[in-house]
């Protein structure tokens, strides 16, 4: 039930094979990125160049993905990462998951390099190596649109030009602006050769439970619409968060040098260009915006790292520079961080006009950054240099990355600034792709008057309700780590998940009721609480194989050394010790040794599922 | 009293400003301020107030820079006080 065919396309030879999956290792990881991450851990060989022939590039959708229930249209992709130090992953809405199932595949894992620009194409069953002529060299929106005009009816996850050229923060894009952004997925894809995905299917999936499934499908429908955040989301969407994390001070500014900017960002100057609200795939809430400038979005994420990030406080400015990145198909949260990096070496006179190709830069010019974007798009100049991410940091006499918002190499993800939230600090230090929010924000902490009581409830444990306090945070971090890393199994949106936003959506007991039905299985809550960690000790593994030692569990200096300087959040930094001590209490509850390490029975456990 | 009050969306709709100053009687509580807004404003009830008629889980407040937990909607306001009124949302 429910299970559709894993393929691995070996790009060197040319061949396609299909391989088995047994319900042992389905019910140990499920699909997304929990599966993914067990393929990675058993392919991938330690060491391997990320942009080499060896690096294992993986497309797999979520458990539930296909079949109705409520925001369930996502994959993830995952490989090594080329931008970051540790494992690559991200995750994708749209509506190429879904295809992808009904196409009758639900993992696709490519190895080797093909020998010329070339695609994969998945219809009905079968699975193509095809020749890009043709397509290579457009951009992501060209491209999908010359795939449904000479294909029809597709669905493609593709790459822009910069995943073509290697820049290191290039993503995956399906549609106008869904995004496997971070950790340079996209790269990944140019380095094999490989244009896209592309997917048509008129497949059905076999239900064991079709009736009671589609009941229950309505009853969670019906709960999720009943919280009070569902139709802001809808309606606002997350630039809502720009004007919460604004006045409160807590917005990466200037390369976190400020913590607050300027109210034109605020949700209610973006509605100004919102032609309407659209959705992904068996989608019902609807948080996305088609703007009046020809693009999606903008999200938080963009008002943030490509607005007062970069010193830009005009809206229409911002929506075009989110508009130019998802054309081109770079990450925006790394394409604002290393932009904002790289203007404040400038100001701060460690890097020239020598440098920068005769460029002055400066926080706030819109013509200078969107001119940047194109020439580390084509790597051309100095954005050959930024195309690099994090690797230029020598080249940009910043070596030991003093200037750099990143762990374990990866840009943070979200403009929230951490330093007061110290759950928040603790969640992007501890994520296995690095600085994320989407890994662990543990958004409770944000719930001021959820009862002790309740919280106990949730997470098992005390936690202290003061936000600026370590004190227990781990507890909040490991709760939504374990989660987090569940919903990402079953291809559920996070938007509608208890812990990412409010304690009443979807938890572990609708899973199971989604699953059980779907399957026939009879899982049960307690069973399906081993999945979350299962797949962080995995990722784990992976990133120990690469190297990981305790000190890449940490955050940027600024966050340490700096206190935020305005707002309400004004005086808040990071204490080295505090944060010390609970990155030991976290290790402590995962069940690693002191040092970060996991231990060897669980290593050889998670080896041996298969 | 003087009591300034920043309310992001949705509860600004609703009281029809962002941006409100307010003259308030000595000793108010912070839930006391809720409620008095909430008879002025009859749109911030749905907002503000539960189908219990407790304060909303989803209002989240700060008193010049201190989160308002759940037994601190007691704690007396006083002059001066900046109230800042938002929705806890996470997403990037
Ligand atoms: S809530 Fe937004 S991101 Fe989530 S599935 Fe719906 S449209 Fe996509």
Known sequence: MLKRKTAVVDLTEGTVKDITVSDELRRAYYGGRGLNMHYLLNMLTPGADPLGPKNVLIFGTGFLTGILAPNSGRFNISAKSPESQVVGDSNCGGFFAPELKYAGYERVIITGKAPEPSYIYIEDGTVEIRSADGYWGLDTQEVQKAFKRDLGMVESAVCGVAGEKLVRYACVRNGVKNAAGRSGMGAVMGSKNLKAMVARGTGGIEIADPEGLLRYTEELKDYIMSSKITPIIGSVGTPLLYEVSNAFGAIRTKNSQLNQWSSNLDAAEIDKHVEKMIACADCIVHCRHRNMQGGE?????????????????????????????????????????????????????????????????????????????????????????????????????????????????????????????????????????????????????????????????????????????????????????????????????????????????????????????????????????????????????????????????TLPKKYFDDPMPLGQAKGHHIDREEFAAALDRYYELRGWKPDGMVQEERIEELEGIA | MRISVKALRPFKEALGSGDLELERPEGETVEGLIRALVEEHPAFRDHALDANGDIDLTLNMMVSGRPVGENDLDDPLKDGDEVLLFMPLSGG
């Open chain 1, 297 to 553: 979005g903008p999200e938080y994420t963009a008002l943030g790292l490509v607005g007062a990030n970069i010193g830009l406080d005009n809206a229409d400015e911002v929506i075009r520079m989110n508009n130019l990145c998802n054309d081109l198909g770079l990450d925006i949260s790394s394409s604002g961080t290393y932009m904002a990096w790289a203007t404040e070496l400038y100001e701060k006179g460690l890097i020239t006009k020598e440098d920068t190709g005769g460029m002055e830069l400066e926080f706030g010019n819109f013509e200078q950054y969107s001119e940047l974007l194109r020439m580390i798009n084509d790597r051309e100049g100095f954005g050959d240099v930024l195309a690099e991410g994090r690797h230029a940091a020598a080249t940009l006499n910043d070596p030991e990355g003093d200037y750099l918002i990143t762990v374990k190499g990866l840009p943070q993800s979200d403009p929230h600034d951490v330093r007061y939230m110290k759950a928040f600090a603790l969640g992007i230090a501890t994520s296995s792709r690095g600085a994320d929010h989407l890994r662990s924000r543990p958004t409770l902490e944000i719930f001021f008057k959820l009862p002790a009581e309740v919280k106990e409830k949730i997470y098992g444990a005390k936690v202290n309700s003061d936000p600026t306090s370590f004190d227990s945070k781990e507890i909040p971090v490991h709760f939504s780590d374990n989660i987090f890393a569940t919903i990402d199994c079953m291809g559920l949106c996070k938007f509608i998940c208890h812990g990412f936003n409010s304690p009443h959506y979807l938890s572990y007991p609708h899973f199971v009721g989604l699953i059980n039905r779907a399957t026939g299985w009879e899982v049960t809550e307690e069973e399906l609480q081993t999945v979350g960690p299962r797949v962080i000790d995995t990722e784990r593994i992976i990133n120990i194989r690469e190297g990981l030692v305790k000190s890449w569990d």
